[in-house]
Every structure is written in C-alpha cells, then in structure tokens.
C-alpha cells in the first residue's frame, strides 16, 4: 500500500524562482526567504519522498481559455518547464509517474471527482517554483511528480470545501494503490496576494496566519471559507489558497505541524510555507 | 452587481470578463511562443491583424495601457505575457496598474504591502478620496 508521508503548502512566486536560476538568493533582498525555505529543505530531505502530488495552477501555460478544465490530472512520463511568454526555466524535466497517476485518475473518477486527464502538458512556475524551494537546484528532481492542476484563473475557481474534499480523495487513492510509494501531497500558491489593478500589493499578513491555524486545526471551517472573503481580505490571487485545502484534505483530521514559515516580501506576495503530517 | 464588485481597484476575471475578453486574451496567450513574441516586436500592427480585437482592446495593446488592459477584458496573467515582452517584471507591472512609480511600489512592498484596513469596500475608497476602483 502506497501512504501519504506528508503535507506541504508552499507559495510559487514565480521571482523565487527566477532568484533561484540567476543566483540571487544570498542578496540582501532574498537571504531572509531563503533561510526560512531551509528547515523545508531539511524536512523534505529526511522524509526522502518517492511522489509528489504537487497541487498546483496553471497561468496561462498549459491552458488558454479555449479549454478550461476545473481539476486536470497530470498523466505523462515527464513534463517540460513551460515557455510562459519569456522562455522556460532552466530546470530539469519533471519525470511523472504515470501508472500511479492513472490509479488516481480512475480511483477518483470512479469516487466521483471528475478530473480531465492529460496526456502532454508543460508545467509552469506554479509547480517548478514549488519544486526549487523544497528541492533547490539538483541535476535532476529527486522524486517523481504527479502534477494536479486547479483553475484558479477563470472565476469561479472551484470551492474549498470541494478542493478539501477532493485532498480526502486523494488520501483513499493512494491508500489503495498497489505499490509501496511513499508521497508527499504538496498544496501550492497563496498566500496573501494582489498583482492586478489600483489594489496590488495587498498583503494580510494576519488573514495568512489566521488561515494557517484554521487550516491545522480545523480544516472542516477553513474549507468553508467563502470566495469572497479570500478576494477581499486577501487579495484577488490569494484564491490560490483552496489549493492548500486539497494537501490538507489528504491528512488525517488532526495532524501535526512540522514547520511554518512566513515572508513578505517576495515580489508583491506574503510568502508562506507550512509542513504538516498525521498526527 | 456580484458581491465582489463591492471590492475596489480589483478585476475579478469572471465570465463577463472572459468574454469580453477572449480574442485579446487569445493574442496574448499567443506570445508563450518565441516565433510570435519574435512576429510581434517586428510588426506589433499587422500581427495584431491576426486577432479579431475590438478597437479598444488593439488600441490597449498597442499604447501599454496597462490598467485599461484589464478593463477591456484582459486576464492579468494573459496581461503579464505582454509586459514580459517587454521586459517588465511583474512588479512593475503591477506598479503601472496602480498608477504608483515602480520605486514607490517597491518600498511600500518592503514595508509590509498595501495594508487591509480601508480597502475592503469601494465605499472607503470613496470616503477617503481615494481613486475609484475597478471591476463593475
């Protein structure tokens, strides 16, 4: 039986990454962020994981609005670091792990989550950032990665209780998965955030937290926050957060909390990590 | 009226919004490709022609009207590929839509960001003078 090993929620800034590919993270202005991903790293390192379910969006990469799906599931043996408009970045491909991604496109079809699945798709900063700040730059990611992709661009994005539901799904899969796999669920973007219009630059750094508590201790609650109150209390792309539903739903309900780590500012974003396992 | 229109200076990229914006957000989507980005920077006019844009939306692209951009249906990520074809980052992009110079942008995100209190609602930007908001 495959087992859930572990919980990661992680912003993926795409500047964390760019500081990452150019070397900047010991300036001035990246050693404060960087030093709290290290305790990550550590963490990431010791658990070893075999999978990465990297929950994650999609910004206009792999999907234009001529297609939009809610949940897409990642079914390919490798994907390529996505052009976003300025090149792709200089990361190595992420190998996938198509025959436990197939398991969990039928288990979760078939537990009435329905996916769309996808055969070829390039993956953006929404899941190689995540992958630079838990694994920083190796010649090759040490784990394979099953990439779960969430419209969050096109509102409505789907709700957190249906994202926190879909994490409980996931759990079941993996657990009825015939290998020994050991996988870390990983719930990306967020945390507070605007980039768009007279509002950007929002930051809440005390919704952040409040939703962190929420989320650790009493998922069922965090998941009924409403859309509205990410947007206006958090900013337009903190929406994101409902993808850190999905990592939370794939734990039990009371859990333990490794590590959290908060930062602003990394570009125009509260910055937040937070590891999490069975209690 | 939806309930976040009540949120001031935010676009929120609904259905209206979408299709409002399609063909633009469809050239803008198209610049993920280097060939395009190259056809672009050779003649922004005649690969706009490519697109069936609405006046308003080529005059947008044509002039970096940044913040008009997302009023004539742009998707902020779409909007994005556009300035990265320039060169900006996304904090200057950012900066531009406010209307702040991307040195102020930058300190008040050193110092902690735009703060929560007195921009929840369009009605506290109106009561403090501010500009109004988007969305709507």
Request: with cysteine; proline share 7%; charged share 20%.
């Amino acid at each position: 039986m495959a087992r859930v090993v572990g919980g990661v929620a992680c912003s993926h800034v795409p500047a964390v990454g760019v500081a990452v590919d150019k070397g900047l993270t010991g300036e001035p202005y990246w050693a404060p962020y960087f030093a709290k991903v290290e305790p990550a790293r550590e963490w990431m390192a010791a658990v070893d994981p075999d999978v990465c379910i990297v929950v994650y969006n999609d910004h206009a990469s792999a999907f234009s609005l001529e297609v939009i799906p809610t949940f897409a599931l990642g079914l390919a043996a490798e994907f390529a670091p996505a052009d976003e408009g300025y090149g792709p970045r200089p990361v190595p491909p992420v190998e996938g792990h198509p025959e436990l991604a197939w398991h969990l496109a039928e288990s979760l079809v078939l537990d009435e989550f329905d996916l769309t699945l996808v055969n070829e798709m390039d993956v953006d900063h929404g899941l190689t950032v995540p992958l630079s700040v838990l694994f920083g730059q190796p010649p090759t990611w040490p784990c394979r990665v099953v990439p779960l992709c969430v419209n969050v661009i096109q509102y409505p994005p789907p709700t957190g209780h249906r994202c926190y539901r879909l994490g409980q799904a996931i759990r079941r899969a993996v657990e009825s998965y015939a290998g020994d796999e050991r996988v870390v669920v990983c719930g990306t973007g967020g945390m507070s955030h605007q980039l768009q219009a007279q509002r950007a630059g929002l930051i809440n750094v005390a919704f952040d937290h409040g939703f962190m508590d929420l989320l650790v201790a009493d998922p069922e609650a965090a998941a009924r926050i409403p859309h509205l109150e990410y947007l206006r209390e958090a900013g337009s792309e903190s929406i994101e957060l409902v993808m850190w539903l999905v990592m939370r739903g794939a734990l039990d309900a009371t859990v333990r909390e490794h590590y959290r780590a908060t930062h602003v500012p990394t570009s125009n974003t509260h910055n937040g990590i937070l590891i999490l396992t069975d209690a | 009226m939806r309930d976040y229109d009540d949120i001031p200076g935010t676009y929120v990229f609904d259905g209206r919004r979408s299709r409002q914006g399609y063909p633009l957000n469809q050239f803008l989507m198209s610049l993920n490709r280097a060939e395009n980005r190259e056809a672009f920077r050779d003649d922004e006019a005649a690969y706009l022609d490519r697109f069936p844009l609405l006046p308003e939306q080529r005059e947008a692209v044509l002039q970096r009207q940044w913040l008009r951009l997302l009023d004539v249906g742009g998707n902020l990520y779409y909007t994005y590929k556009l300035a990265a074809c320039d060169g900006m980052s996304f904090q200057e992009l950012a900066a531009e839509q406010t209307g702040m110079t991307p040195e102020a942008y930058a300190e008040m995100m050193l110092s902690g960001g735009r703060p929560i209190d007195g921009n929840r609602s369009r009605s506290e930007w109106q009561t403090s003078g501010s500009a109004d908001g988007g969305g709507g």
